[in-house]
């Protein structure tokens, strides 16, 4: 296998390859199953790109590649010419700033990356038995495209941890980051959950619960086949209101949730929040195989801890329910703690062409892992859950 010769090309768009192509590489696993996640699929990317939120005039260019050996594909990746470094969640405006003092230019760059996701997912896609040779070729093909056409850099953000450990060794570096994930202790109901906690934290939540509750209303958990037009057309407001509050303008269209109704409904869980028969909150989830990710939340009414129950109690009802191992719910958000979503490491890896800029990247990112190191040891100790077996 390591004697073929592997060629690779760019794709300026998920149209030019066909789902089976794509998916051969990009979830093997989902000829039994679900994928482990919904975002490297081709339906997810080519979502993003037919609603135009990504392409031109965004600042994210698809430049997807594909690998193949004996003309069928062995490895593809996700891959964006990016003119900003909005919508990535690791954070680099420090670096673009730092080489733009210098007399640099840092944009445009190569991403590797889920636009919008911050979620943790393979990003070198290889079909099975193909990994190391695959992932080489489209590393080396990224690093390529990057040095001859004068970009600062290349991304690969919240790749898996065993990528990241490939990838440093290849040459890249290598960046930790932390997000707050809830982990399934194989709980039977919510109550369990609750039992793990301390006696403070599982007060605390229930008092939650009960004001949630409150809010005159019923909360229905919408999926697949119980999704409609008329329950995109009310989160759509909502996602426009969170989106211009954080982001001045909503990064995905309208046309994207109608692409999400068309091909993606069984991979999406909408939690939805009615009053008087009027849609008030919501909470769009997606749905992997061991894994509900939070993505999105909006509300049209503020209604105490409505937000909570919406994102995170109810994420973790529904993944206990269908045994799920886990429930990532975003980027940031020391909130989480105090919820049950506990700090964990997530990867990145980066290439610097300028070599002056590279040792100065490298050196800060050494001192910042450190200080992520420290920041979880420090966070797991102030976590909710019982510290002894006769803690009440």
């Not at 994210?60 to 590649?65: C, Y």
């Not at 960046?175 to 039992?195: K, T, V």
Request: negative net charge.
């Amino acid at each position: 296998m390591d004697q073929t010769t592997i060629e690779v090309t760019m794709l300026t768009g998920l149209d030019a390859i066909s789902p089976d192509e794509w998916d051969s590489c990009a979830c093997p696993e989902a000829a039994i199953g679900r994928p482990l996640d919904p975002f490297t699929t081709h339906r997810f990317l080519l979502a993003l790109e037919r609603s135009g939120s990504v392409g031109r005039n965004t600042g994210w260019e698809p430049h997807h590649l594909v690998a193949r050996a004996d003309g069928e594909a062995i490895a593809v990746m996700p891959l964006y010419a990016k003119s900003h470094s909005q919508g990535e969640y690791i954070f680099d405006h420090g670096w673009a700033d730092a080489l733009e003092r210098a007399g640099g230019a840092y944009y445009p760059k190569l991403q590797s990356a889920v636009p919008f996701t911050p979620a943790t997912g393979r990003r070198f896609l290889t079909r099975p038995g193909w990994e190391a040779a695959g992932r080489a070729a489209l590393v080396q093909a990224m690093v390529q495209v990057a040095a001859q056409n004068g970009l600062s850099s290349a991304h690969v953000t919240f790749c898996t941890a065993e990528e990241a450990e490939a990838g440093a060794e290849m040459g890249l570096l290598h960046r930790m980051s932390q997000q707050f994930h809830w982990e399934n202790a194989a709980y039977s109901c919510f109550g369990d959950f609750l039992a793990a906690l301390s006696a403070r934290k599982r007060k605390a939540i229930r008092r939650e619960r009960r004001g949630a509750a409150a809010f005159g209303g019923e909360i229905r958990a919408l999926t697949g086949d119980a999704l409609c037009a008329e329950h995109w057309d009310a989160f759509w407001a909502f996602y426009q209101d969170t989106g211009s509050r954080k982001w001045g303008r909503p990064y995905l269209t309208r046309a994207f949730f109608d692409e999400v109704q068309a091909t993606m409904r069984d991979d999406v869980l909408l939690i939805l929040a009615e009053r008087h028969s009027r849609p008030v909150a919501g909470a769009l989830n997606f749905i992997g195989r061991e894994t509900l990710f939070g993505r999105y939340w909006g509300a049209i009414e503020d209604h105490p801890f409505l937000h909570f129950e919406c994102c995170y109690y109810q994420a973790i009802d529904y993944a206990i329910t269908h045994r799920l191992s886990r429930v990532e719910a975003g980027a940031q958000g020391e909130h989480k703690l105090a919820r049950g979503y506990l700090p964990v490491e997530t990867h990145s890896l980066h290439w610097i062409g300028e070599p002056s800029f590279r040792t100065a990247v490298a050196r800060y990112l050494e001192a910042e892992a450190r200080a992520v190191g420290t920041e979880i040891e420090v966070l797991m100790e102030y976590g909710p859950f019982r510290k002894t077996s006769g803690e009440g």
